[in-house]
């Protein structure tokens, strides 16, 4: 990790509300949103790399 944030109350408050959505637009199942969370991390980060030209974490194609 490059750097820790801080949130104050109320930014906590919008990251808590959008959690809990997330969670609830995949049926109220955390797990289920969680590992949908890690593919779009894990295609957002391919995106990032191939902007930079570089692969930094080469792994494997993820599979949903």
Do not use: C, W
């Amino acid at each position: 990790m490059d750097r820790i944030v801080t949130l104050d109350a109320r930014q906590e408050a919008v990251l808590q509300a959008a959690a809990d959505d997330f969670v609830r637009r995949h049926g109220g199942d955390p797990v289920k949103a969680l590992k949908e969370q890690m593919v779009l991390n894990a295609h957002l980060q391919d995106r990032l790399d191939a902007m930079s030209g570089e692969l930094k974490y080469p792994r494997q194609a993820m599979r949903r």
